[in-house]
C-alpha cells in the first residue's frame, strides 16, 4: 500500500509447510507500480515475518525464467536463483519454463538491511 493507503498489489506467503520450514512467496504489482522498488520492499518485510516471526528455514519463489524484472527484483531481495524447471509452466497456451529461486534463514540474518518491525 501506498502511504495515502491506495493498494498496488498482492504479496504473500503460500504452500507453508512448518515441519520443514519452507514457504513460497508469492508477489503481484500493478503494472504502473513496477520498477520503482515496492517489490523488493514488499519482499523484505515478507522475509522479515518469515524468519524473524514464523518458524520458517526457506522461502521460495517461482517465476518465468523470461521475467526478467521479476527475477532482478528477487535477486535485489536477496533470493539465490538455484535452478529452473524445463517446461513446467503453461501460460496462455505456451509452455514456458520456470526459474527457482530461494532465501534461507542464514542469507536473511547476514542482511545488513533495516528490519521491518525498524520502521514503526
Request: proline share 4%; charged share 25%.
Amino acid at each position: 500500500m501506498l502511504p495515502d493507503d491506495t493498494p498496488i498489489g498482492h504479496i504473500a506467503l503460500h504452500e507453508e509447510a512448518f515441519v520443514d520450514g519452507t514457504a513460497e512467496a508469492y508477489l503481484l504489482l500493478a503494472p504502473e507500480h513496477r520498477g520503482k522498488g515496492y517489490g523488493v520492499d514488499a519482499l523484505a518485510a515478507l522475509t522479515d515475518l518469515a524468519f524473524g516471526e514464523l518458524p520458517l528455514h526457506r522461502v521460495e519463489a517461482v517465476t518465468h525464467t523470461a521475467n526478467a524484472a521479476a527475477l532482478a527484483t528477487l535477486k535485489q531481495a536477496g533470493f539465490t536463483q538455484e535452478g529452473v524447471r524445463r517446461s513446467s509452466c503453461l501460460h496462455r497456451g505456451r509452455r514456458h519454463d520456470n526459474a527457482l529461486l530461494a532465501l534461507l534463514r542464514e542469507e536473511w540474518e547476514m542482511q545488513t538491511r533495516p528490519r521491518a518491525w525498524d520502521h514503526g
